[in-house]
């Protein structure tokens, strides 16, 4: 193996899921950039997300057990994602440590209490969208500690009021200049304006109440969402400070393109060839729909053109969230054949005698011969 995951996390190979994400969490306190100055940290960190993406996966784990990586992608089979990319407003992984390390809070405002919304993006197929489909989704989140359900508080821990701005969550000072004294009143750095500590903390998430975590959910998109559309799920955003409430998820759809269908809000469009004879006489065609196993009948009217458009009506998607659906509207291209036979060009060149066209026919020199004599 040329990249040993149970070393980077620090872990035996026997070791169980609960204990490789508690060595993740310590890893990451120790290895993240907001806190470790040194030059190779960020790699470093990068390397740890990389071998708690694989081993947190039981899937994965047992790929990488017995082959030494993981199939599916280049550098055994882990993809570097920068997890700033999936939290709304610019809040990425460097906020979720820096907030989750502390930090001074003299510079910034009072702590959020509450967890921010997230926003994560969902492709679909447009077959899917037809008839509704549950998605599972793979995220990071500051999700509630486990150890102390959230609460922050160690065994035996209660919430006590600040000793640094005794319980006011502000702190003033005063500087004294030329001018006089001024005084600038701030945020408090111990208890980030909440005007509480706690005694005890808790030794996980140290009196966070919320851990970072790797959150597995199922997604149910009903049938009709469009591009671009949103689904937000209630408390799967962050997890508040001491069990605030959570923020939202925000799911973003996107819909790939079909092979053979076009859409226009809840219509679809669809293109079918037909020969010269069903467009002069007339046909009935029995072409796929979009839900499972579906067969939609097309009627062509007799005397049909070439890019005529027949509209079936409610055989396009479903609408969202209603039992309705949009209409199917089927673009006719009439095909002229490249070759005929023999007989197929005599029964053509009648028709055209018929119509009193003008064609260029070549005839044989029996065809002429029996003209004469007729």
Same mark, same amino acid.
């Given at each position: 193996?040329?990249?040993?995951?149970?070393?980077?996390?620090?872990?035996?190979?026997?070791?169980?899921?609960?204990?490789?994400?508690?060595?993740?969490?310590?890893?990451?306190?120790?290895?993240?950039?907001?806190?470790?100055?040194?030059?190779?940290?960020?790699?470093?960190?990068?390397?740890?997300?990389?071998?708690?993406? =694989?081993?947190?996966?039981?899937? @994965?784990?047992?790929? *990488? +057990? #017995?082959?030494?990586?993981?199939?599916?992608? $280049? &550098?055994? !089979?882990?993809?570097?994602?920068?997890?700033?990319?999936?939290?709304?407003?610019?809040?990425?992984?460097?906020?979720?440590?820096?907030?989750?390390?502390?930090?001074?809070?003299?510079?910034?405002?009072?702590?959020?209490?509450?967890?921010?919304?997230?926003?994560?993006?969902?492709?679909?197929?447009?077959?899917? =969208?037809?008839?509704?489909?549950? @998605?599972?989704?793979? *995220? +990071? #989140?500051?999700?509630?500690?486990?150890?102390? $359900? &959230?609460? !922050?508080?160690?065994?035996?821990?209660?919430?006590?009021?600040?000793?640094?701005?005794?319980?006011?969550?502000?702190?003033?000072?005063?500087?004294?200049?030329?001018?006089?004294?001024?005084?600038?009143?701030?945020?408090?750095?111990?208890?980030?304006?909440?005007?509480?500590?706690?005694?005890?903390?808790?030794?996980?998430?140290?009196?966070?109440?919320?851990?970072?975590?790797?959150?597995?959910?199922?997604?149910?998109?009903?049938? $009709?969402?469009?591009?671009?559309?949103?689904?937000?799920?209630?408390?799967?955003?962050?997890?508040?400070?001491?069990?605030?409430?959570?923020?939202?998820?925000?799911?973003?759809?996107?819909?790939?393109?079909?092979?053979?269908?076009?859409?226009?809000?809840?219509?679809?469009?669809?293109?079918?060839?037909?020969?010269?004879?069903?467009?002069?006489?007339?046909?009935?065609?029995?072409?796929?729909?979009?839900?499972?196993?579906?067969?939609?009948?097309?009627?062509?009217?007799?005397?049909?053109?070439?890019?005529?458009?027949?509209?079936?009506?409610?055989?396009?998607?479903?609408?969202?969230?209603?039992?309705?659906?949009?209409?199917?509207?089927?673009?006719?291209?009439?095909?002229?054949?490249?070759?005929?036979?023999?007989?197929?060009?005599?029964?053509?060149?009648?028709?055209?005698?018929?119509?009193?066209?003008?064609?260029?026919?070549?005839?044989?020199?029996?065809?002429?011969?029996?003209?004469?004599?007729?």
């Amino acid at each position: 193996m040329s990249t040993d995951y149970y070393e980077i996390l620090g872990v035996s190979r026997d070791t169980t899921d609960s204990e490789i994400k508690k060595a993740f969490y310590k890893r990451a306190r120790e290895l993240h950039p907001d806190v470790n100055k040194a030059v190779d940290a960020e790699e470093r960190f990068k390397e740890l997300n990389e071998a708690y993406d =694989v081993l947190s996966d039981s899937n @994965k784990r047992a790929q *990488y +057990d #017995r082959f030494g990586r993981v199939s599916g992608n $280049g &550098g055994g !089979g882990y993809s570097y994602v920068d997890i700033g990319d999936l939290f709304g407003g610019g809040f990425g992984m460097g906020d979720i440590f820096s907030t989750f390390f502390g930090g001074s809070a003299a510079n910034r405002a009072a702590v959020r209490k509450e967890g921010r919304d997230m926003g994560v993006g969902l492709r679909l197929t447009l077959d899917e =969208v037809a008839t509704g489909v549950k @998605k599972e989704r793979v *995220y +990071d #989140r500051l999700a509630p500690c486990e150890t102390c $359900g &959230g609460t !922050g508080l160690g065994e035996g821990g209660s919430f006590v009021q600040c000793e640094h701005c005794h319980g006011s969550g502000r702190v003033v000072t005063v500087q004294h200049t030329f001018l006089g004294d001024m005084q600038t009143q701030a945020v408090c750095e111990v208890c980030g304006g909440s005007g509480k500590t706690i005694d005890i903390p808790c030794p996980d998430c140290e009196g966070q109440g919320r851990m970072p975590d790797r959150q597995h959910i199922s997604i149910d998109v009903p049938h $009709g969402i469009r591009d671009g559309q949103q689904l937000r799920l209630k408390g799967y955003g962050e997890a508040g400070i001491h069990g605030a409430a959570a923020g939202d998820l925000i799911v973003t759809v996107r819909v790939d393109q079909h092979a053979r269908l076009k859409r226009e809000g809840d219509n679809l469009h669809t293109r079918v060839d037909i020969s010269i004879t069903q467009a002069a006489l007339g046909a009935t065609l029995y072409i796929d729909g979009i839900l499972p196993a579906e067969k939609v009948e097309v009627r062509i009217s007799s005397g049909c053109q070439n890019d005529q458009m027949v509209r079936v009506r409610n055989k396009g998607l479903p609408v969202f969230k209603k039992e309705s659906r949009g209409d199917l509207f089927v673009h006719v291209t009439v095909i002229v054949p490249r070759s005929l036979t023999k007989r197929q060009q005599e029964l053509l060149e009648e028709l055209a005698g018929e119509f009193g066209d003008d064609v260029a026919s070549k005839k044989t020199v029996s065809q002429r011969i029996k003209e004469v004599l007729s």
